[in-house]
Structure formats: structure tokens, C-alpha cells
């Protein structure tokens, strides 16, 4: 059963990155909008920004582009989930002889890679514009694991986007709150110089956490709680998205 799920899921990847690879211009839309930002925030603002380190700057807002890179992408696993529900696809495959997991799976894997080759290709321009570390093997790991993990949390949720949209629209809305998020939190401006509650907020949405984390691997500081807590949040939200997404799921294909 579990070859079964493997090989089924395998052959619906390959279909949905096919369609990426046809229409390349996913990621490359995906990866505009953070470049354009880390231009913006380095070039025009980052002089007038203090964040009590000695740190470039493109070093120290680089992680929560990162995030921000990632919460642009899986927009696009609502948009293709919302199609392929809508264009009766998803009914076609049920009366097939393939496991039913696959078809969300096949999804979460496409969004996995296409957002891994986003991340990429702004770290690329990230190291163009300056940005440095002496990070270890390890700390690179680490950091791979945790945009990993923040990748399939996000991509579930937009699972549940997709299958429960009523429109287009619809489905890929959703993901500019996300977007938004890294802005309220410490990823361009440490969270003691923002007004006490808009400072709580910063300080205990999960952006925080997971940004601080991903700053101190860079910088071969030690990471303390903020690991702890980052993989809490991201372990959270992963395993409650899966859960209500293939409650949805079921519904719909029921």
C-alpha cells in the first residue's frame, strides 16, 4: 500500500512540475516581488534603519525575505489545486486506481520544489548585493530544514485554500496575510523600537521565532529558545493544516 501511495504520488509530481516547467514564469513571479523588496528596503531605506548590530543589513532582513519568498509561492498550490478541483480533473483521478493522498501530495511536493528553487534564486541575488555569512554545513542544514518545514505548513494551508475557494480569487487571497506578516515581526527592524502592542504581536506570532532562528544560524550565534519555540509553531501549523485539509478533502471527493 505504501509503494502503492509512493509510486501514485511520484506520477502526479512529475505532471504538476511539468506544468511548471511549461510556464517557468511561477517562479520567476514568485522571486520578483522579494528581490524588489530586499532593493527597496537595502538601497533606498536600510540607511535609515537601525538595528543596534554591526551586521550589514542585507544580512540581517534576508531571512524574513526568505519566508516572505515562500508565502508569495504557495499561492500558486491554491491557484492550481482550485483548477484542477474546478476542471474536474481531481474527479477523474478518483475513478482511477490511485491512491487518494496522492493528488494533495502531488501538490505539496510541486509547491515544495518550486518554492526551494525561488528561495534559490533570491539567495543568489542576496549574495550579489552583499549578503555574506560564515554559516557551517550544519547551520545551512538547519536552515534548509526550517524553510523546509515553513514550506509544508504554509503548503497545507493553502490545500485548504484550494479545495474550499469559491472563485479564483478566492483562493489565492488567502496568502496575503501571510505576506504580510514578516513586516510585524523582527525581520526589517528589531520588535523594541514598534509600539508596545504592536511590539507583543511581534514578539508572539510565529514569524518572530523562526526569523530569529534562521539570523542567528547565519551568523554563528547561538540560537537559544528560538528554535524551540519556531519548530513548536511549525510543527503546529503543519500537523493541524494536514489534518483539517484532508478532513476537507474528503468531503469534497466524498
Do not use: C
Request: aromatic share 10%; proline share 4%; hydrophobic share 55%.
Amino acid at each position: 500500500m505504501t509503494t502503492h501511495v509512493i509510486s501514485d504520488t511520484g506520477v502526479l509530481t512529475g505532471r504538476s512540475l511539468r506544468h511548471i516547467l511549461r510556464s517557468p514564469d511561477t517562479i520567476i513571479t514568485t522571486a520578483v516581488t522579494p528581490i524588489a523588496l530586499m532593493l527597496l528596503f537595502v538601497y533606498v531605506l536600510g540607511g535609515a534603519i537601525k538595528t543596534g548590530s554591526d551586521e550589514s543589513y542585507i544580512n540581517y532582513m534576508l531571512p524574513g525575505i526568505l519566508l516572505i519568498t515562500i508565502a508569495s509561492g504557495i499561492a500558486y498550490t491554491a491557484y492550481r489545486l482550485f483548477l484542477d478541483m474546478q476542471g474536474g480533473i481531481v474527479d477523474r483521478f478518483q475513478s482511477m486506481p490511485i491512491a487518494r493522498s496522492s493528488v494533495l501530495w502531488a501538490h505539496v511536493l510541486t509547491s515544495l520544489v518550486a518554492n526551494l528553487v525561488s528561495v534559490a534564486i533570491v539567495i543568489g541575488v542576496a549574495l550579489i548585493m552583499g549578503f555574506r555569512t560564515g554559516a557551517s554545513v550544519g547551520a545551512w542544514l538547519a536552515v534548509a530544514g526550517i524553510l523546509v518545514l515553513f514550506t509544508l505548513a504554509l503548503t497545507w494551508l493553502a490545500v485548504i485554500a484550494g479545495l474550499s475557494a469559491k472563485t479564483v480569487d478566492g483562493a489565492s487571497a488567502f496568502s496575503y496575510p501571510l505576506i504580510f506578516l514578516p513586516f510585524i515581526s523582527s525581520a526589517f527592524v528589531p520588535t523594541d523600537t514598534m509600539p508596545g502592542p504592536v511590539a507583543w504581536f511581534a514578539e508572539h506570532q510565529p514569524v518572530t521565532s523562526i526569523v530569529d532562528t534562521i539570523r542567528a544560524l547565519f551568523a554563528q550565534e547561538p540560537v537559544g529558545n528560538d528554535i524551540w519555540i519556531a519548530l513548536a509553531w511549525l510543527v503546529g501549523i503543519l500537523i493541524a493544516a494536514y489534518a483539517f485539509a484532508i478532513v476537507v478533502y474528503r468531503r469534497k471527493v466524498g
